[in-house]
């Protein structure tokens, strides 16, 4: 419990002369078995800032697990999002990404490794598309506090194709029940920085999992 009150202080340190920008994201996603040691994972979400500003997307992918309790994802992801002005965006985003399991004593910690391509077009206006390349690495953390309930928290670090160090990062902390053994709910709340800027993304998020 101590790693998560750490992780709240300086979430909640952050906060601190910082310029807010709230978003809420919701996501449904589902787990299929295809043959051995190979799922098919298919994820819907929204995401919300405004009446003006918001976008939603589709996304599916292949996971393969490894032995040693490692995984290895590709996704691919399209998105639509409506900005201000009422600028519409597609994005597709494939990517892939390796993970694995540790478990010390009875916390569960998931390391992440994720590369993806980010390619943006604009089609209410006239403009060049956009390409960017992100590299990002995230730690979570995850105890079990009751019957099928979790307590989760962790970090993420960004960085961009024209960044010569890492630029961006999350911390997030929340809990997650499962009804039954193949299905879950979960809530978190994240705070998004970006460095160099004074401007804080808050987002509150409810998701639902399910396996097949």
Sequence with gaps: MKVFLSIFIVML????EAQYVSQYWSSASVQVDLIRKLDLNVEYSFRYINVFNYSSFGQ???EKKLPKKIKLNLDYR???KIGNEFIIKKLHRPSF???KKIKVKKIK???RS???WDFTSQYSRSKTDLIDFVWRNKVKIKKKIGKRMFLSAGYEIFTFEDDLVF???RMFLGWSKGFTKKDEISFLTMLEDQFYSTELKSVFSLSYFRKF
């Design 13 to 16: 340190s952050h906060t601190i």
């Design 60 to 62: 599916v992918g292949l």
């Design 167 to 169: 630029s961006r990062e």
């Design 78 to 80: 399209f998105s639509r």
């Design 114 to 116: 994720k590369f993806q």
């Design 109 to 111: 910690i998931n390391v």
């Design 97 to 99: 990404n390796f993970s």
